[in-house]
């Protein structure tokens, strides 16, 4: 329950940083993912250059799971009693991450423009759920 709270809000995360000037897709190249990164770690109390450095550090090539990646390391960053929390209590986040992406048919649209499945996607946001309590 815990997990599949910290994966909610990483997808709302996700959410809030495509809308507005960033338009609403996922970002295809490396300099527009790493500024979105940076805006979406400081609007959620995180280091600008820990959230580029995990960017960076993702076991990604596609900027776009890259980003995907990075989301969820800031959202379990942003919040780490919770995530330590969801990390004993909860479930698998790979498991929430999925059945959240499936509960969004915006997210599912995003996902398709950027030729991503939802096993992808669920991978890379819950690796990154996972390594951000680290």
């Known amino acids: 329950m815990v997990e599949y709270a910290t994966v909610t809000a990483a997808l709302a995360m996700l959410a809030s ?3 507005g000037a960033f338009g609403s897709v996922l970002p295809a190249t490396d300099t527009k993912a790493a500024s979105i990164v940076s805006a979406v770690a400081r609007s959620h109390h995180v280091s600008g ?20 990646y990075t ?40 996902l398709r423009t950027a030729h991503l499945t939802v096993a992808q996607a669920a991978a890379a946001l819950g690796r990154g759920v996972t390594d951000g309590c680290a």
């Open 17 to 19: 940083s495509l809308s």
């Open 49 to 68: 250059s820990l959230a580029r450095g995990a960017y960076e550090k993702a076991p990604y090539r596609k900027p776009a799971l890259r980003y995907l």
């Open 71 to 110: 989301v969820g390391w800031v959202s379990s960053a942003s919040n780490l009693s919770s995530c330590k929390a969801a990390q004993l209590l909860g479930p698998d986040p790979v498991v929430a991450a999925a059945q959240a992406l499936r509960s969004s048919p915006k997210t599912l649209a995003l």
